[in-house]
């Protein structure tokens, strides 16, 4: 397998992406939404660039298509529609979620570095 | 937008219907929760970021997984249409890596490449396909000739002795004859004498002549000359007739008969050559009883199948006297047989070949030149392509790429070099003489086989660059490059060396076209320090024809010339007239011995001396000194004449000629009564003089004249103006003789100043385009040569350091790179000197009192060449002596 430290610094835009598909499968539509709901609209990617980054990912075999879910939830928005068979699902690869994991301790690291210097942690609370 | 839309649909339709899908969830999530105006700002700003990042991924812009590795351009496999593209893509973007040397690169590859196009353009309508015929290689021309070897000339053919010709058909399939001669074209406010050529009616059929509209003749047509047909060319129409849709219908009045017009031919058919207007039909079987009409053809013949230009040359000697008896002749004129292809002389022909060598040594230069540029990027980037090797690009991979570099360098030089192409043949049809641009019956330009010309150089050219880098790039030295690092390389030292060889060739080659300009140059310089015998400042010719109804008496003709004369001389512009033949063009002559009087009985061999027929005024109006002696005056005897420097020190050497008596074979006798200056001949080399002698008017009547005489001419008559200032137009000068008689016809207005210069066109053309291939040729071998040694003392840099900081001085090392540069200049130029001295010799018919191992002309090239090299070499090695060792030794 390839190291996972090979990819690192990872694009903040698809440290999120692999984020989102973290702990459920999703379409695009869905990784918007979680992106945008979990950082409470500080991040919002477009469509044009989501899709390109996950053929990216999917080429470099860090997220891989999922089957559609059996039952798969109702439109969110449309709940009478059957979820529209033009969207696909796409789930982390053991890959992905290594290499999620190598970025998050690398983040960690640096931010733990900040923290000993005293750039944040005294506020922190505050802050959070 | 629309059609981007469309095409990622057809694409990637599974990838578009998803992003739609999106987008429209999107825009009911933004409708539901933010109302419409939100929806359709989502829905525009989702569309344009997916344009955008589209955009972007086409430059390799687009999103990244990794912040750490720029994203890999996924490459299309082989064999799909795709992988091209991309390779492409790939090599346009590493030669705009390095504009400059791109720029240089294509700019000098435009040069060679369009230079070479347009030298073949000419070179190929004027020499290796002149005649644009069916069959050209079955077409000759005959000439009679006398067998008798008392006068050499080259004739025509009467009409019995075409018919004659004609029979012979185990030699010819057709004999068709033509026969050039100025016609008088009268319309309703005027005249004018316009070139026309009478033609068996055969002839534009064999000729494969076809009609814009109407027809060509056809046998039969022409008959005893009755029937008066004509056949003009677009031109004439265009001019003439101003494109009367109802051409076919008119007639036209030519020397006072009318001709009904048939056909119209196309501008581009030219026989023969290209400044005739009207051809009239006439057959020899039954030629027209009329006197006005020519019986001296110039006969075109098509080889009968199976005979060769060497058995009919053979066969037309053999029968020529008989035939000629035959057909009422003396039996002492032979003929004898041309192939079509030679219609330019000698000369002509040696200037051009020798043209065609100096472009391809241009050429040369610039492969050899760019072959250097090329390889100095590929030595730059060897480096980057042994990390590439490393990782699994094969060979093929590396050489492909390099080659498709090139080829994208070749394709960018060919479409530049056609634009120079036609630029140069633009310029060079401007400044070409007429005769030797209507000695084609091809025209010059752009034609299918000059872009296939370009084409196939084009290739050739990057084949011969390309190569030696593709050959770097290809070659196995990956490992070690990457082992020995940046420093240096057996690849780049083999490269260096070979760069270095480049360089010495660049040299030579420029030594050669330096050469044959400096020849040129010393030749022309010559040539135009001889004198001409006369002043042709302002100096203007112009043709009167005097119509023979009311000019048939010489009374007549003479005080319409005393009028005209007076007329002319009213414009403010000009400052002296006469009338008179000006030589050496348009004279009488008068064969015979020469007879002097103080040695009566002792001939000198048989000559023909040219006569000219003076009025008062004569010699000042035309710039010719008189060095002894006077103007014959009316008050002189009858048989005063002026004769010219060379006759008189030919019959009185070592005395003066002046008040001595001759007579030229049974003529009156003369006696001189002034000397003047010799009228240089208006060919370029004035070899074979002839001596002038003049006649007051009215008593040369011993004289041949050599102009044709015309039935419906009396007189032909030069009018010699000498104008000042702003100079007259030809239709200014039209109009003040028609002021005095409107029926007079007045021709061809001709600046003698510019017929001198055209005597010169050809060497100073010559010299012209050597002069532009040399300095092109010198100053891509400087640039080659800066280029070679600022690359080696920038990969030397750093064992220039340590030897300054093992006390080696400056000034050392620069003595060390300007003598490498002058090494190989001087290597260039050995080499150059020896393929000069043995290539020159090829121009020693264009060269005018200049040996071809002319030592002047050899040790200037060898100086230019020097010194252009020790300024080429100065930069690099200034550069080299600015190493500052400490510096340098920190850095690494």
């Not at chain 2, 230009?309 to 008989?322: D, H, L, P, S, T």
């Not at chain 2, 048939?552 to 000009?574: C, G």
């Amino acid at each position: 397998m390839t190291d996972p430290r090979s990819f690192l610094p990872l694009t903040p835009i698809a440290f999120q992406v692999l984020l989102a598909l973290v702990d459920s499968d999703r379409h695009g539509y869905g990784v918007i939404r979680e992106v945008e709901s979990r950082t409470s609209g500080r991040i919002r990617i477009r469509t044009g660039t989501l899709y390109t980054l996950l053929q990216r990912l999917l080429s470099e075999s860090l997220v891989e298509q999922a089957p559609v879910p059996d039952g798969a939830e109702p439109d969110p928005m449309d709940p009478r529609r059957k979820d529209d068979p033009r969207r696909r699902y796409y789930r982390l690869t053991p890959l992905g979620r290594s290499v999620l994991r190598a970025e998050a301790m690398r983040l960690e690291s640096l931010v733990s570095d900040a923290r000993r210097k005293r750039v944040i942690g005294g506020e922190s609370k505050v802050t959070s | 937008m629309t059609r981007f839309l469309l095409g990622l649909w057809r694409r990637q339709p599974d990838r578009a219907g998803e992003i739609a899908t999106t987008i429209a969830d999107l825009c009911r999530a933004a409708h539901r929760e933010r109302g419409i105006a939100a929806a359709v700002f989502t829905f525009i700003a989702e569309w344009l970021d997916v344009i955008r990042v589209w955009l972007l991924e086409r430059i390799g812009q687009g999103p990244r997984v990794s912040m750490g590795r720029a994203p890999r351009l996924t490459r299309p496999p082989r064999r799909s249409p795709m992988r091209l593209l991309f390779d492409v893509r790939q090599a346009m973007r590493s030669l705009l890596a390095s504009p400059s040397t791109t720029i240089l690169t294509v700019l000098t590859l435009a040069l060679g490449i369009g230079i070479n196009t347009a030298v073949f353009s000419i070179v190929d309508s004027l020499l290796v396909r002149p005649v644009p015929y069916p069959e050209q290689e079955r077409l000759v021309s005959l000439w009679t000739y006398s067998t008798s070897g008392k006068f050499q000339w080259r004739g025509g053919f009467t009409s019995p002795l075409t018919v004659e010709w004609r029979a012979q058909s185990d030699l010819f399939d057709r004999v068709e004859g033509s026969q050039d001669r100025s016609v008088i074209y009268e319309y309703e406010s005027g005249a004018e004498l316009v070139n026309a050529t009478t033609v068996t009616p055969g002839l534009l059929p064999m000729l494969g002549a076809s009609p814009r509209t109407g027809r060509v003749f056809v046998e039969g047509d022409g008959r005893d000359g009755t029937d008066r047909l004509a056949v003009i060319r677009s031109r004439f129409w265009a001019q003439q007739l101003h494109s009367a849709p109802d051409v076919l219908e008119r007639e036209i009045l030519l020397d006072g008969e009318r001709y009904r017009i048939i056909g119209v031919l196309p501008d581009d058919f030219r026989y023969p050559d290209e400044r005739q207007d009207i051809w009239i039909p006439l057959d020899p079987a039954q030629p027209p009883s009329t006197a006005e009409q020519p019986s001296s053809f110039v006969l075109l013949a098509r080889l009968a199948r199976g005979v060769s230009n060497q058995q009919a040359a053979e066969r037309v000697k053999a029968r020529g006297e008989a035939l000629n008896a035959k057909a009422g002749g003396d039996g002492k004129t032979s003929a004898s047989v041309m192939p079509v292809s030679s219609l330019i002389d000698e000369k002509t022909e040696r200037s051009l070949l020798v043209l065609a060598g100096a472009v391809t040594f241009l050429l040369l230069i610039v492969c050899a030149n760019v072959a250097s540029l090329t390889l100095s990027r590929a030595v730059a980037r060897v480096r980057d392509r042994a990390v590439r090797a490393a990782l699994g690009a094969s060979r093929a991979d590396l050489v492909r790429e390099a080659l498709l570099e090139h080829a994208l360098l070749g394709v960018a030089g060919a479409s530049l070099g056609l634009v120079v192409a036609s630029v140069a043949i633009g310029a060079v049809t401007a400044v070409l003489p007429e005769a030797m641009a209507a000695s084609s019956l091809n025209r010059i330009d752009l034609d299918l086989r000059a872009l296939a010309f370009l084409g196939g150089v084009s290739v050739i050219t990057v084949f011969v660059f390309g190569l030696p880098s593709a050959l770097l790039a290809g070659s196995g030295q990956v490992s070690g490059i990457l082992q020995i690092g940046s420093r240096s390389s057996s690849g780049s030292v083999a490269a260096r060396r070979f760069r270095a060889g480049l360089v010495v060739a660049e040299v030579a080659l420029s030594i050669v076209l330096l050469a044959g300009a400096a020849l040129m140059t010393r030749s022309l310089m010559k040539l135009e320090a001889i004198d001409i015998g006369l002043n042709p400042d302002g100096l203007l010719t112009m043709q009167l024809a005097l119509p023979a109804p009311g000019y048939a008496d010489a009374a007549v003709r003479e005080d319409f010339i005393a009028r005209v004369v007076e007329r002319l001389r009213t414009h403010p512009n000009v400052s002296g007239v006469t009338a008179g033949a000006l030589p050496p063009r348009e004279h009488m002559i008068n064969v015979g011995p020469v007879e002097v009087g103080d040695r009566p009985g002792q001939k000198s061999k048989s000559a023909a001396v040219p006569v000219f027929e003076i009025r008062a005024g004569y010699f000042a109006t035309a710039g010719i000194r008189l060095v002894e002696g006077r103007e014959p005056a009316p008050e002189d005897p009858a048989g005063a004449a002026v004769v010219s420097e060379g006759f008189a020190a030919r019959h009185w050497p070592g005395q003066s000629a002046v008040g001595r008596r001759f007579r030229i074979g049974k003529g009156p006798w003369r006696s001189v009564v002034g000397i003047a200056t010799e009228v240089r001949g208006r060919s370029e080399a004035p070899d074979s003089r002839e001596f002038e002698i003049y006649y007051p008017r009215g008593q040369a009547s011993d004289a041949y004249t050599s102009t044709m005489p015309m039935a419906r001419i009396a007189e032909y008559q030069t009018i010699l103006l000498r104008t000042s200032g702003g100079g007259v137009s030809p239709e200014e000068l039209g109009r003040l003789v028609h002021d005095v008689d409107p029926r007079v016809i007045a021709g061809r207005t001709s600046s003698v100043e510019r017929e001198f210069a055209d005597a010169i066109a050809r060497p100073r053309i010559v010299f012209l385009m050597m002069a532009i291939f040399a300095g092109f040729g010198l100053i891509l071998a400087a640039a080659g040569l800066y280029g070679v040694l600022s690359h080696l003392v920038a990969q030397r840099t750093r064992e220039i350091g340590i030897r300054l900081a093992l006390g080696a001085t400056p000034r050392t090392i620069g003595r060390v790179v300007f003598g490498n540069g002058l090494g190989l200049a001087a290597a260039g130029t050995a080499l150059g000197l020896a393929a000069a001295l043995a290539l020159v010799k090829t121009m020693q018919s264009l060269l005018y009192e200049v040996e071809p191992a002319d030592a002047a002309s050899f040790t200037a090239v060898c100086v230019i060449v020097l010194l252009t090299a020790a300024l080429a070499a100065w930069r690099p090695a200034g550069r080299a002596m600015r190493v500052d060792p400490v510096t340098l030794l920190r850095d690494e």
